[in-house]
């Protein structure tokens, strides 16, 4: 197993009343029959047809009005989440609708810690992968599907100054609810790319000059025994099934990360801020 011991069990959770329709919550996949020359860096995911994506909390609803590249399209707040963006002088883009705490209870899941604030906004426009700047990180991730987990790595990215996250568009959370609160704003700071082939978007990275280094258990070497070079892809899997095959033989490198005590595995968002650490530290990004 790569970073557990068990298999992941666990049921992604979904807000009671918000469950947005298609792929990602309207990220656009990836199935270019070929490059464009007029094709603009940056495309809309299309939200017509997956409705909007819910944020709630106070990280990710300020970064969120922050980002002016987030379209707001319905926001709701207490009076006490009110006050304070006052008194922050966060500025709420359009008119609240101030209710009590229980009428945002009533919309979300009976474990959503909202602070007083939701929103409903349109999803963010997606880069492609060829539109990736040849420097830096990106994270691939292969089909990890627990909110939580892909919300925390989202948040380690950020921390890292990551380029994109590559997903698939199956087997992969929608980037609202339950991720975009575990992801702490990070949905704001970090471009998601959604791929129909993950094998293909790999192979696309591959051509384009990006070290990928898959992190499985079955790894060749240590990552930090890895020579690694900018720009730099780490491949993650998902817990208990790690990366699948395919996923494996596309990467330019397979590697493994050893523990020195008793338990030898991490939780998947663990291993990737491990990686982050490992692949940032070995590439001098932390000075810059």
Request: with cysteine; proline share 7%; glycine share 8%.
């Amino acid at each position: 197993m790569p970073y557990s011991g068990t298999r992941d069990t666990s049921e992604p959770m979904k807000d009671r009343k918000f469950i947005p329709k298609g792929p990602r919550g309207g990220s656009k996949p990836f199935n270019r029959p070929g490059k464009s020359a007029s094709r603009p860096a940056w495309r809309e995911r299309d939200s017509h047809a997956d409705g909007p994506v819910i944020l709630y909390g106070w990280h990710t609803v300020t970064l969120a009005l922050a980002n002016p590249q987030r379209q707001i399209r319905k926001l709701t707040l207490t009076e006490n989440a009110a006050r304070r963006l006052a008194d922050e002088n966060i500025e709420t883009r359009i008119a609240p609708e101030i209710v009590r705490p229980q009428e945002i209870d009533r919309l979300l899941s009976p474990d959503a810690v909202h602070q007083g604030l939701l929103a409903e906004a349109d999803p963010l426009p997606s880069p492609d992968i060829e539109d990736l700047a040849l420097e830096g990180m990106v994270l691939v991730l292969d089909q990890i599907t627990d909110p939580h987990n892909v919300g925390a790595i989202l948040r380690s990215a950020a921390a890292f100054a990551v380029k994109a996250i590559v997903t698939t568009a199956r087997h992969s959370p929608e980037a609202t609810g339950v991720l975009a609160k575990a992801a702490s704003g990070a949905l704001e700071l970090v471009p998601m790319i959604t791929v129909q082939n993950l094998a293909r978007a790999l192979n696309e990275l591959n051509d384009s000059g990006f070290q990928t280094v898959g992190l499985d258990s079955e790894g060749s070497e240590d990552l930090s025994d890895v020579t690694l070079r900018e720009p730099l892809a780490l491949v993650l899997g998902a817990e208990g099934k790690g990366l699948r095959q395919l996923t494996r033989e596309t990467c330019s490198v397979v590697a493994r990360l050893d523990m020195p005590g008793e338990i030898k595995s991490l939780n998947v968002s663990n291993a990737a801020a491990l990686s982050l650490y490992v692949g940032a530290s070995r590439l001098g990004l932390m000075k810059r």
